[in-house]
């Protein structure tokens, strides 16, 4: 990790580069037009035959190749400090744990564009789920939209603040963006100034080469659901990726969901226990890692369990299920159809069925009777 005054360097660095490179392109321009004039007069002279100065024929060309270099340093100024799109949907009970860090990270983009709905879980369907489809859509197509009329110069970083089911569905309807950058913001309880927990990655462009699932996660199942009801047949799929994965009890979430069997997916240096996840920190290239093998190893369970629905919880960084949705939509993987998301809604309380996307099964996963 940068020592905290590099940090705040950049950071202050960051809110003047863009005035900087604009002044300095806007000086190498004036210099190209003075010294252009020069040479030109002496091309046209009012009196007497045209002549060629040596020396200012190579101040042209220096600073032609000066213009050159200053339009470079102001397209990567204007890439590195970009727009920053913040997506933020939670319940309305919920605190807002990143409006600094947002504050923060704004000083030094160019522009901020916030999608910021707020959901209320105490709202359910007539069959008891979460149904948060039309606010997915609406904020899907909002965000596309800021996305493609941002400026075609400047680069995209994406921070989201959202519940995962919510991350999964808009990230799969994420644009084609080149280079689009994911933010994962400071955590509460972290100073917002320093950036030290923030991380910036990049989605992958190719698909992991072979034996990369392997080395990078586990898959432990199937494991049997305590007491399921008869007539139990749903799988449960676990996606433990943070440090919330160990305060739940992971049979204690798929009872009652008519779930027979559950697999638990982790990285695969954290053992069953989940212990490691409590201090886990993923870092840029570990994300950008799990965003390749992640969604194949879910596809590759989907198409496992055949026609059984599937029931998944998960703890995800929020910029993982973001790009896992946007992983799975690569891939192929009609992920959405008979699939449940239930939503870990505080200890000792019962999982929420949230629905997020037109596909899943209208119908609540709740056992009844």
């Known amino acids: 990790m940068a020592p905290l005054s ?9 809110r003047t580069s863009v005035p900087l490179a604009n002044f300095l392109a806007a000086g190498s321009i004036a210099l190209v037009t003075a010294i252009l004039a020069l040479v030109v007069e002496d091309a046209v002279p009012l009196h007497g035959s045209p ?9 042209l060309g220096g600073s032609l190749l000066l213009l050159w270099l200053v339009l470079s340093h102001r397209t990567s100024t204007y890439q590195r400090t970009g727009t920053l799109f913040y997506v933020r949907t939670l319940a309305s009970s919920m605190e807002d744990w990143h409006a600094d860090a947002v504050s923060a990270r704004h000083r030094y983009q160019m522009s901020l564009r ?17 149904d948060l489809v039309g606010t997915c859509a609406s904020t899907s197509a909002t965000l596309n ?15 989201p603040n959202m519940l995962w089911p919510v991350a999964l569905a808009i990230g799969a309807n994420l644009p084609t963006v080149p280079d689009l950058q994911l933010l994962e913001l400071d955590g509460p309880g972290v100073h917002a100034s320093n950036g030290s ?43 433990a990726f943070s440090r ?39 870092g840029a290239q570990q994300l950008m890692v799990l965003t390749q093998v992640l969604p194949r190893e879910f596809a590759r369970l989907t198409t496992e369990v055949g026609n059984r629905e599937l029931v998944v ?6 910029t993982l ?32 069925p949230v629905r997020v996307h037109p596909a899943q099964p209208a119908q609540s996963p709740i056992e009844t009777g």
């Open 6 to 14: 590099w940090i705040r360097t950049a950071r202050v660095w960051g």
């Open 51 to 59: 002549e060629a100065s040596p020396w200012r024929l190579a101040a």
């Open 114 to 130: 916030s999608v910021t709905p707020w959901i209320d879980l105490s709202q359910r369907s007539a069959t008891d789920v979460v």
């Open 145 to 159: 939209l800021l996305i493609n009329t941002d400026r075609d110069d400047t680069g995209y970083t994406l921070a």
């Open 197 to 239: 927990n923030e991380v910036i990655w990049k989605l992958p462009a190719q698909p992991p080469p072979p034996g990369l699932v392997e080395r990078e996660l586990i898959t432990s199942g199937p494991i049997s659901v305590d007491g399921p009801r008869p007539g139990a047949t749903r799988v449960g799929v676990m996606l």
């Open 244 to 282: 919330k994965a160990t305060e739940m009890d992971l049979p204690g979430v798929f009872r009652g969901f008519g779930v027979r069997e559950y697999h638990v997916i982790r990285p695969h240096k954290v053992g069953p226990d989940l212990r490691e996840l409590a201090a886990k920190q993923f």
């Open 313 to 318: 919880a998960a703890a995800l960084p929020k």
């Open 321 to 352: 299920a973001l790009a896992l949705g946007w992983g799975l939509a690569q891939v192929g993987c009609a992920f959405f159809t008979d699939t449940h998301f239930v939503l870990f809604n505080g200890c000792g309380k019962p999982f929420l």
